[in-house]
């Protein structure tokens, strides 16, 4: 014959004072709030009622980032097109003025850099998940919504 053993439920105890001598009393949680007599003054003392452990609150839940990926765009208004209009109108003057010898020179390397710097300010990158502006494209996490880029 098998027999079947559960296991019996451990037993805590809980520490308290009698009402009456301010003795300790020692006793198992299973009688909270019965009277029991004290085992120093022989007086009976109500136990104080069961106090459960306070509730676990729910775990937190982990957000992770947002997967985004980096977009390069651009426009046709603005301070960039601004400056590339310039240099074009720098290189009409360098053919206007070619009879001169030093005019040439100078309105060309001036639309020269005028277009080359215009075109970095109306191109940037940006961050497919919210479009901020971003300093350049080896970026690995976006500073405005802090989505991963790799």
């Avoid at 007086?43 to 459960?52: E, I």
């Avoid at 290189?91 to 010898?101: H, N, W």
């Avoid at 001036?110 to 970026?139: D, E, I, N, T």
Wanted: with cysteine; net charge positive; proline share 11%.
């Amino acid at each position: 014959m098998i027999e079947s053993r559960t296991p019996m439920p451990e037993t805590t105890y809980v520490k308290t004072e009698c009402q009456h001598c301010k003795g300790h009393i020692e006793y198992p949680s299973g009688l909270a709030g019965q009277p029991v007599e004290c085992p120093h003054c022989k007086q009976t003392t109500k136990l104080p009622p069961s106090m459960s452990p306070p509730p676990i609150p729910p775990p937190i839940p982990v957000i992770h980032p947002a997967r985004a990926r980096i977009e390069k765009a651009s426009s046709f208004a603005g301070v960039g097109c601004l400056l590339q209009g310039i240099g074009a109108v720098c290189f009409v003057f360098a053919i206007l003025t070619y009879k001169t010898a030093i005019f040439p020179i100078v309105f060309g390397i001036l639309g020269l850099w005028l277009l080359f710097y215009g075109s970095r300010k109306a191109s940037w990158y940006q961050c497919s998940a919210c479009g901020g502006k971003l300093s350049h494209a080896r970026v690995s996490v976006c500073p405005h919504c802090n989505a991963c880029f790799r």
